[in-house]
């Protein structure tokens, strides 16, 4: 490690991760640690669960006091799928050039062999969410998936430690992000996170697949280049909630008619654009009502809504309620679930 100017270098992630470890302590449970680090360039707050005998999610949050950089190489085989979900960090691989990870990304591994270089920048903090294992891609989805969930996962997304390497940045599908979200704000007793953990990497792996898989008898007149860029769409409306494209717009984005994309979206997603994507911001806000302490006005600039009036209107209109009544109501149930009842059947 040394100082060069505002900035901290490390030779590698291990020497980082011992740099830490210095100024961190932890504490074990059984089937979780938490890790808690004040070093003079980044503070540190991450819990670890051990999943499957054999993968580890880690939920942290870090804020760096100085520009952190360090290169790393994946020597080994190694198996992750992360997501940002507040602030960014820079990421700059051999297949990722833009470098900044911004929330509502999801990375997953490069193959064995990648190199790239990781910079956070000073008083930037972010939260991450990661699973992780040290093995390979399949090995990792024979496990929680067996046999078949390897094939799949070679036929629908076709990368990782499993398939080529291709781009390992994406905007998850709003299903995705909505699992992710309530990855990141569970407050289930521990015992129980680790079986919710469990579900929701599964639940992750097989959305993830869904969204790739081929739907012959809806997309017969639309060629795979074409689906797949209609598929993008829901990730690209929930980057711009501030100000979503229009159709023309997307459509000039995506190099393909107006009426075609149109029509393909309703094919493969079932509803008109704006309705799905109406529907995902509905169901995102509810998840933040329930797993989070942001204020109404918070989740309604995040849902897209920049008048947290306009923001109850419509969150009332799809749920029948508003959105404080919402949130006391599972906050009424979640209490009692956590005395012993069951949360599903109070909600309803």
């Known amino acids: 490690m040394f100082k060069h100017r505002d ?35 980044i503070s540190i707050a991450q819990e670890t669960y051990r999943l499957f005998d054999m993968v580890d999610l880690a939920i942290g949050q870090l804020l760096p006091s100085a520009n952190i950089e360090f290169p790393y190489e994946l020597r080994q085989d190694y198996f992750e799928i992360g997501y940002v979900t507040e602030g960014s960090f820079c990421l700059l691989t051999e297949r990722y050039e833009d470098g900044v990870i911004r929330p509502n990304r999801l990375y997953i591994s490069p193959p064995t062999g990648s190199r790239g270089v ?81 579900n929701m990497l599964q639940n992750i792996l097989l959305r993830l697949m869904a969204h790739k898989l081929p739907e012959d008898e809806k997309l017969s007149d639309m060629s795979a ?50 309705a799905y994507h109406y529907g995902a911001c509905m169901e995102r806000a509810a998840i933040m009502l329930l797993d989070t302490n942001r204020s109404i006005s918070e989740i309604a600039l995040d849902s897209g809504y920049s008048a947290s009036g306009n923001f109850g209107n419509a969150f009332k209109k799809h749920y029948g309620v508003s959105p404080i009544q919402f949130r006391r109501n599972g906050r009424c149930a979640t209490r009692t679930f956590h ?5 599903d059947a109070i909600s309803r």
Not at 155 to 161: D, P, S
Not at 225 to 247: C, K, N, T, W, Y
Not at 339 to 343: A, F, L, N, Q
């Open 339 to 343: 005395g012993g009842g069951d949360r």
């Open 7 to 41: 900035t901290v270098i490390f030779r590698d992630y291990a020497e980082f991760c011992n740099a830490t470890a210095e100024f961190g302590s932890t504490t074990d449970m059984s089937g979780w640690s938490a890790f808690r680090c004040d070093a003079p360039f």
């Open 118 to 198: 990781i910079t956070c920048r000073r008083d930037a903090p972010f939260k991450t969410l990661s699973f992780y294992a040290l093995c390979a891609f399949d090995k990792v989805m024979e496990k929680v998936l067996g046999e078949r969930g390897v094939q799949l996962w070679d036929e629908t997304i076709g990368f990782g430690n499993a398939g080529g390497g291709m781009y390992p940045v994406m905007s998850p599908p709003p299903d995705v992000v909505n699992s992710l979200i309530h990855v990141a704000n569970c407050n289930y007793p521990h015992q129980v996170r680790l079986m919710f953990f469990e």
């Open 225 to 274: 280049f074409e689906a797949e860029q209609i598929r993008s769409v829901p990730g690209i409306l929930m980057r711009h909630l501030d100000l979503p494209p229009s159709i023309q717009e997307l459509a000039r984005e995506l190099s393909m008619s107006a009426t075609k994309l149109k029509r393909g979206f309703k094919k493969i997603f079932g509803k008109p654009i704006y």
